[in-house]
């Protein structure tokens, strides 16, 4: 199957700081790419649908100034949490859908970033 | 009431036993069905997808798509130690691409 890269793996920061999430379509072009938030033993948490090219779409009580999407390129996806606080503290996971694919068989997880606020 | 309804259990079965894992929806919408298998610590890996009503099989996994009950399950025979996850299902409508998650099911296989 395609994969889909997140860097990085694991984030520790503090209070207040700015933290860039990344995620790759390694083989394939991506029109859109999701991002979900996941706390443990819990399911995934959709938080915005971002199209290459255009503005991300919010989930009903995502703040959009906090957690920034930029979708450069048919490849590349970012998430920065912006003014990081210990309620960010999550594991955060992109999915990609591809180009002219049916919305189930096409659409690929990353592994994951685990972010840790201090 | 949840989009999606899914046992959380967890579920803990000896090796090589039949498994079982249902969903239940209430969008009749809802055309496109997948399992998700999470290991802990990772992303969700595609095991199933399934379009409409019916039966899917490969290898020891069969899913089952009952749009009448709004009812998917899956089905893993000959269970193995290196199944022990998270299993969620997912599905998604014709139109539009979000997809509707269940809480995930943690099954763990004894060997």
């Known amino acids: 199957g395609a994969v889909v890269s997140q860097h990085p793996s694991r984030v520790i920061c503090k209070s207040g700081t700015s933290v860039k999430i990344e995620c790759r379509s390694l083989d394939f072009q991506a029109t859109t790419m999701f991002w979900y938030r996941q706390f443990p033993k819990q399911s995934l948490m959709l938080m915005a649908t971002s199209n290459e090219g255009s503005k991300a779409t919010y989930e009903q009580g995502v703040e959009k100034d906090k957690f920034l999407i930029n979708h450069a390129s048919l490849t590349l996806s970012t998430l920065t949490v912006t003014s990081a606080h210990p309620e960010d503290s999550s594991f955060y996971i992109c999915?990609?859908?591809?180009?002219?694919?049916?919305?189930?068989?096409?659409?690929?997880f990353g592994p994951g970033t685990r972010l840790l606020v201090l | 009431q949840k989009e999606v309804e899914q046992d959380p259990g967890p579920l803990s079965v000896p090796e090589g036993a039949i498994v079982s894992l249902n969903c239940t929806y209430s969008?009749?919408?809802?055309?496109?069905f997948m399992w998700y298998r999470q290991y802990s610590r990772k992303g969700p890996e595609l095991l199933m997808y399934t379009y409409s009503s019916g039966n899917k099989e490969d290898g020891r996994f069969t899913a089952q798509v009952d749009k009448s009950s709004k009812y998917i399950s899956l089905f893993i025979r000959d269970s193995q130690p290196s199944d022990s996850a998270t299993y969620l299902c997912a599905m998604s409508a014709t139109t539009g691409n979000q997809f509707y998650f269940g809480t995930g099911t943690s099954l763990t296989v004894i060997p």
């Open positions: 999915s990609a859908r591809e180009v002219r694919g049916r919305p189930g068989e096409t659409q690929y």
């Open positions: 969008n009749s919408a809802f055309q496109y």
